[in-house]
C-alpha cells in the first residue's frame, strides 16, 4: 500500500527550456502532491506517462500487480501502430523491462540462472580490466574530458566484453545503443525513428551471426551462457 496514496500528477511542459535550466522547485512540487509528474498537453491534462520521483512510491508501484509495464513507451499519435509495427518496435515489445509477469518472471529467472558464480567472478575481473586500461588509456594526456574519455564509453566497453563481443565492433554496438535509447522519447523525429529501425535491423542481424557462431564454438562468456539457458528453458530468444 501507498504510505502517501500519490495526487494528482505534477504537468509539465518536459521541453519547457526554463525547465531544463532549473527542474528542482518543480520536483519539489511534485513530491509534495505525491511524487509524479507527466508532460502537459495544450489543455493542462497529462496524456503521456506518469515519472515517479518520491522513492517510496516507486517502491510502492514496482510491487503493486496493478501496475503493468507492458506499454508503448514512446508517444501515441497518428503513426503509433506503424511505430509499433516496424523493426524497432517490435525489438524493444520483447525487451524484458517492458514486460508483465508471467512473462517477465519467466525472462528474468533464466537471466538469473545464467549468472553462475563462475560467470559472476569472471565479470569482475573482465570490468577491473577495462577500467584500469582505460584509465591507464587517459592518464597519458595533457587533458581529458572524463565523461567523453572516460564514463561515456565504458559501459558499451564492459557490455561487449562480457557479450564476448571483439573490441573491434564496440563502435558499432555504440552507435545501434544510441540510436535505440534516442528513439525512447517522448518526440522522437522521423530522423531518430529510422535510425532505430535502422540500427534494430543491424544489431539482430548481428547477434544472430554471433549467436551461430557461439553454438558451433562454445566459449565462456555470458553470451554462451545464455544461449545455454535458452536450449534448456526456451523462455530466451535471439
Keep these: 500500500r501507498l504510505a502517501t496514496p500519490p495526487t494528482r500528477p505534477e504537468c509539465l511542459d518536459l521541453f519547457d527550456p526554463e525547465l531544463f535550466q532549473n527542474p528542482y522547485p518543480h520536483y519539489a512540487a511534485a513530491r509534495a502532491r505525491g511524487g509524479m509528474i507527466g508532460p502537459a498537453d495544450r489543455d493542462g491534462d497529462m496524456p503521456g506517462p506518469a515519472w515517479i520521483l518520491a522513492h517510496a512510491t516507486a517502491s510502492a508501484l514496482l510491487t503493486d500487480l496493478r501496475i503493468q509495464r507492458q506499454t508503448d513507451p514512446r508517444p501515441t499519435n497518428r503513426s503509433d501502430q506503424t511505430r509499433k509495427d516496424s523493426p524497432f518496435g517490435r525489438m524493444i515489445g520483447n525487451w524484458m523491462l517492458f514486460q508483465d509477469a508471467p512473462a517477465?518472471?519467466?525472462?528474468?529467472?533464466?537471466?538469473?540462472?545464467?549468472?553462475?558464480?563462475?560467470v559472476v567472478a569472471a565479470m569482475k575481473t573482465q570490468i577491473e580490466c577495462i577500467v584500469h586500461r582505460r584509465l591507464e588509456s587517459i592518464l597519458r594526456k595533457r587533458s581529458f574530458d572524463l565523461i567523453k574519455d572516460f564514463a561515456f564509453p565504458l559501459p558499451v566497453q564492459v557490455i561487449a566484453s562480457l557479450l564476448g563481443l571483439p573490441a573491434r565492433d564496440c563502435c558499432h554496438f555504440k552507435r545501434w545503443s544510441t540510436a535505440l535509447s534516442d528513439a525512447i522519447d517522448l518526440r522522437p523525429s522521423a530522423q531518430i525513428?529510422?535510425?532505430?529501425?535502422?540500427?534494430?535491423?543491424?544489431?539482430?542481424?548481428?547477434?544472430t551471426i554471433c549467436a551461430g557462431a557461439r553454438r558451433r564454438n562454445p566459449t565462456n562468456d555470458f553470451l554462451t551462457a545464455l544461449l545455454r539457458q535458452s536450449e534448456i528453458e526456451g523462455e530466451l530468444t535471439e
Excluded at 529510422?194 to 547477434?207: G, I, P, R, S
Design 104 to 118: 517477465h518472471t519467466r525472462q528474468r529467472a533464466s537471466l538469473g540462472r545464467a549468472f553462475t558464480p563462475p
Design 193 to 207: 525513428l529510422k535510425a532505430a529501425n535502422d540500427a534494430a535491423v543491424e544489431l539482430q542481424a548481428y547477434f
